[in-house]
């Protein structure tokens, strides 16, 4: 599968090309609704700007959903281009707007596609990623007595396999804790918990959930 990639902030660049001034932005969105939502908050701080450009990959939802608008520059010379940056970056349910201030010179049907898709591009380059993936979810239970020691050993061995454990949840009976795991680590994992915990830590496997993970 190819690597989908998101943003952890929203990130910014500017491109200053014969006069004129490209102000990429760069937003996380779950949706359209919220991505047309940064669309017209570019449009409301800049309402002097000639043309708020835009392009969008959204992955949340029923279906894929990909979309690009010129914003009155000639056809294909500015969503497109910002499209083909997001997608060549593997950037998914994030919208770009190119905010483009006319300095006076006309850049052509090529300087303009350049223009905007090299203002996305920077603002890529600005960003700050993560990796959306897979990841196993094992769910692992132990008595108050053995709490502390099996949290202990559930992060040690799950950091050895590139795993995460989230905050321990108690209950009347005992603490519980949810792990992730590359799933292709699971039966190593599941195994070295059974050997390091000597049976105070009941381990079980529970599907899988996507996450987004520092690169």
């Not at 499209?83 to 707007?97: E, N």
């Amino acid at each position: 599968m190819t690597e989908r990639l998101v943003l952890a902030a929203p990130a910014d660049a500017e491109l200053v090309e014969k006069k004129s001034r490209f102000l990429a932005r760069l937003e996380p969105v779950a949706g359209v609704a919220a991505a047309d939502a940064v669309i017209h908050a570019a449009r409301r701080a800049a309402p002097s700007a000639r043309h708020h450009c835009s392009a969008m990959v959204i992955e949340s939802g029923p279906a894929p959903i990909t979309r690009s608008n010129d914003d009155g520059e000639p056809a294909g010379t500015a969503g497109m281009p910002m499209l083909i940056a997001l997608q060549g970056s593997h950037l998914v349910d994030v919208v770009a707007v190119v905010t483009r201030h006319f300095g006076g010179i006309k850049l052509g049907t090529g300087g303009l596609a350049r223009a905007y898709g090299d203002a996305v591009t920077a603002a890529i380059a600005e960003a700050r990623l993560l990796r959306r993936t897979a990841m196993a979810v094992l769910i692992a239970r132990a008595g108050h007595a053995e709490a502390g020691a099996s949290e202990h050993v559930l992060r040690q061995v799950l950091a050895a396999h590139g795993g995460t454990v989230e905050a321990p949840v108690y209950g009347g009976s005992g603490v519980e804790l949810t792990g992730l795991v590359p799933p292709e680590e699971l039966d190593a994992v599941l195994a070295e918990l059974a050997a390091a915990s000597a049976g105070a830590l009941d381990v079980t496997a529970h599907g899988t959930r996507t996450v987004d993970v520092a690169l």
